[in-house]
């Protein structure tokens, strides 16, 4: 017979989520030691400090108690958790009692919200991490409005949460099962107790990390943004656009060819002075070209996470895009920091959900769609995302001459076409109409001559302005 190891009988390795032992009750025991060090990083990231005060919602074992607790000074960690015997266990197995006798971190054993309203303790920094995952909205929302009366004004919460299309209709503790919400959804949950929701660009085994942020919470500095790729071998890169690099001459794009007619790609707009977001830079094209003509351009990309808004075919059927399309995201990120190397640039590239663009971003004159639209489940988010931060804001699609006259967009995947990377066609008043929804002014469309592996295709080019 088969005897067990010491590591696997004491860190639960084998067992189940749920199981009772200490480590396997709040999770996989394999990932136990790499999600309290993602989520301490994640939490330092954002700016926590020794001083500040600390609520871990659903503390279990200390998984990240046990990082916590020596960082922050004296009395500065709370935990509130059900079951006291799986504190019990953090602490002999994890902490040690000596540590608590040093730091004097506080207990709650409670499964209400309301513990900590009635506590009368602030916080700066709160965690829930694969909490929100096991909760029905209704418990969400009490934690959410606890925390908010609770947090400093310049305090978070960050949470973990598992996106789904459709929100969960379960209630109260659900666990060990999962459950899924739409981040809309979660977002009009903050938004009714004055908590600003982001989804952040940071790694999770399986799940989606969010920042619930009070009003004066400030992550207005250079960690949002990616850090440049050093790529040296062309042959890693996937180029979409056409380039002209420095010592390189023209590298051929895979797809589009904009050289010669950018001007009216843009909508003839005068970029010097000006600050620009960009949905989807691709190779970078538009990026530095924009940045030629005087702007200083921050662009948002997909993660390596989310690597597509892809349409929903079964999974039999994407299984054989899945593997190929990953790399071919890799190598066009990697095409974009080998031009932004060799043409020296200052861009910004921000890696995260165009859906749920932070506040952090700050504010723009121009915002560019630049032919991304149509690749994007819902198009008018995207729009209202970039129409929230920007003055003026460039469309660019393609024309469907058959579908003007009316504001309408029709669905582009069928059953037969396997069309997995593009969802719609649209009219050119789809756009103008929502655009005069929101307050905005919007030119006379402009259509063009582009290419597109060889071929011309018509694109139009709409240009709005709020007055």
């Not at 960082?71 to 000596?98: A, F, M, S």
């Not at 949470?159 to 899924?180: H, K, M, R």
């Not at 190397?341 to 630049?370: C, H, R, W």
Request: overall charge negative.
């Amino acid at each position: 017979m088969e005897m067990a190891s010491p590591d696997r009988e004491d860190l639960g390795l084998g067992l189940k989520p749920g199981d009772r032992q200490y480590r396997a009750y709040v999770g996989p025991p394999e990932d136990y030691d790499l999600i309290a060090a993602m989520t301490f990083n994640l939490l330092t990231t954002l700016g926590l400090r020794q001083h500040h005060s600390l609520l871990d919602i659903g503390c279990g074992s200390l998984r990240i108690g046990r990082l916590l607790i020596p960082y922050l000074n004296q009395g500065k960690y709370v935990g509130v958790e059900p079951n006291e015997w799986l504190v019990d266990e953090g602490i002999r197995r994890e902490l040690g009692e000596t540590l608590v006798q040093i730091k004097h971190p506080t207990f709650f054993f409670s499964d209400s919200p309301d513990t900590i309203s009635e506590a009368k303790i602030a916080f700066d920094f709160a965690v829930a991490q694969s909490i929100f995952s096991h909760c029905g909205l209704d418990l969400i929302k009490g934690w959410l409005a606890a925390i908010s009366r609770s947090l400093a004004q310049n305090g978070a919460l960050v949470a973990t949460f598992l996106i789904g299309e459709e929100d969960s209709a379960q209630t109260g503790w659900i666990y060990p099962d999962c459950v899924n919400y739409r981040p809309a959804t979660l977002e009009r949950a903050a938004a009714d107790v004055n908590l600003r929701f982001e989804i952040l660009e940071w790694k999770h085994p399986r799940q989606t990390w969010a920042l619930f942020a009070a009003p004066k919470f400030n992550s207005t500095d250079e960690k949002i943004f990616a850090t440049p790729r050093k790529v040296d071998d062309v042959a890693d890169c996937y180029f979409y656009h056409t380039m002209e690099l420095p010592g390189r001459g023209v590298i051929e794009g895979r797809d589009w060819d904009l050289r010669g007619r950018l001007d009216e790609y843009l909508g003839n707009v005068d970029f010097a002075g000006q600050r620009v977001l960009e949905i989807g830079p691709a190779s970078g094209f538009l990026t530095f070209e924009m940045e030629k003509r005087g702007a200083d351009v921050i662009s948002v990309e997909v993660t390596d996470e989310h690597g597509w808004d892809f349409v929903p075919y079964p999974d039999a059927r994407l299984g054989e895009v899945f593997g190929p399309r990953r790399i071919v995201m890799e190598q066009l990120k990697n095409s974009y920091w080998f031009s932004h190397t060799a043409l020296q640039s200052k861009a910004k590239v921000y890696y995260g959900d165009a859906y749920n663009l932070p506040e952090a971003l700050g504010e723009f004159d121009i915002a560019v769609m630049g032919a991304v639209l149509l690749h994007c489940r819902d198009p008018l988010r995207i729009v209202e995302q970039c129409a929230k931060r920007a003055k003026s804001l460039i469309i660019v699609d393609k024309f469907h001459p058959d579908l003007e006259g009316a504001p309408v967009c029709r669905l582009a995947p069928t059953a037969e076409n396997f069309s997995w990377h593009t969802w719609w066609h649209f009219s050119t008043h789809f756009f103008t109409q929502f655009l005069v929804v929101m307050a905005f002014t919007t030119s006379a469309p402009m259509t063009h001559q582009q290419y597109h592996r060889g071929r011309a295709h018509t694109l139009f080019t709409l240009v709005a302005r709020r007055e």
